[in-house]
């Protein structure tokens, strides 16, 4: 079965620190992986994505992630955290057929930034 | 330029009754997608509409159900409520049918109770 697993329900860091939000994926073949950031009451606001190419995307808000194929990982990293970086993060992953359009998401990683 | 907007923002309802929600994509795309994020549960993908009609639907029973205006605006429809209905429903909207990044909306916060 298609499934993409955070293993970490909540990540606590200090700010200024580097953090990592953890992110392991089955799926067959070549899927495309994407993490997206939810604010308290928000939407999901997206953040990244890996298609094909260089294994290290870099994205909004000074947010990059790590593709790692033979781990079937996707962590999603920041070198200095904020505290306004504190929310809800999931990442998800498109098949590459069979159901390509929809998005499989994982259960979601709450990151908190302490000052 | 506009994000994807969906409206209400909260809705309540009694079981048994129905509930309607409403998705404008961003200008220029022709796929809406639909998600139910409830508690526990997590995110879970709803249904696929693209250039007015249905292309791919979760495992949800069939009193979910919605459709896709000219305008490429979507409407999601909630039959017959029960209390596990009660959830986070978001929209989200993808210039490509079936591929490139998918943008949600602020979402629709449903209470049956």
């Known amino acids: 079965a298609q499934s993409v697993a955070q293993p970490e329900d909540q990540v606590n860091v200090a700010e200024g620190n580097p953090l990592t939000v953890k992110c392991t994926y089955s799926?067959?073949?070549?899927?495309?992986l994407f993490w997206y950031v939810q604010y308290p009451n928000r939407g999901l606001q997206f953040l990244l994505k890996y298609i094909t190419g260089d294994n290290l995307v870099k994205g909004s808000y000074g947010f990059e992630a790590e593709f790692n194929k033979s781990q079937t990982s996707f962590h999603l990293k920041k070198p200095s955290a904020l505290v306004s970086d504190s929310a809800l993060y999931f990442c998800?992953?498109?098949?590459?057929?069979?159901?390509?359009?929809?998005?499989?998401f994982g259960a979601g990683t709450r990151l908190a930034v302490h000052p | 330029e506009a994000g994807v907007t969906q409206s209400p923002t909260h809705l309540i309802k009694t079981r048994g009754q129905q509930a309607t929600l409403r998705c404008s994509p961003i200008s220029g795309h022709t796929s809406v997608y639909w998600y139910q994020q409830a508690l526990g549960l997590g995110l879970q993908f709803l249904l696929w509409y693209d250039e007015g009609e249905e292309r791919n639907r979760g495992n949800f029973p069939p009193r979910f159900s919605g459709r896709q205006f000219p305008n490429y605006s979507s409407e999601l429809n909630v039959n017959a409520l029960e209390l596990e209905d009660s959830a986070l429903y978001l929209c989200a909207s993808s210039l490509l049918a079936g591929g490139d990044t998918q943008y949600f909306g602020p979402g629709t916060r449903l209470t049956v109770l």
């Open positions: 998800a992953v498109r098949p590459p057929s069979g159901g390509y359009n929809k998005l499989i």
């Open positions: 799926v067959s073949g070549n899927p495309y």
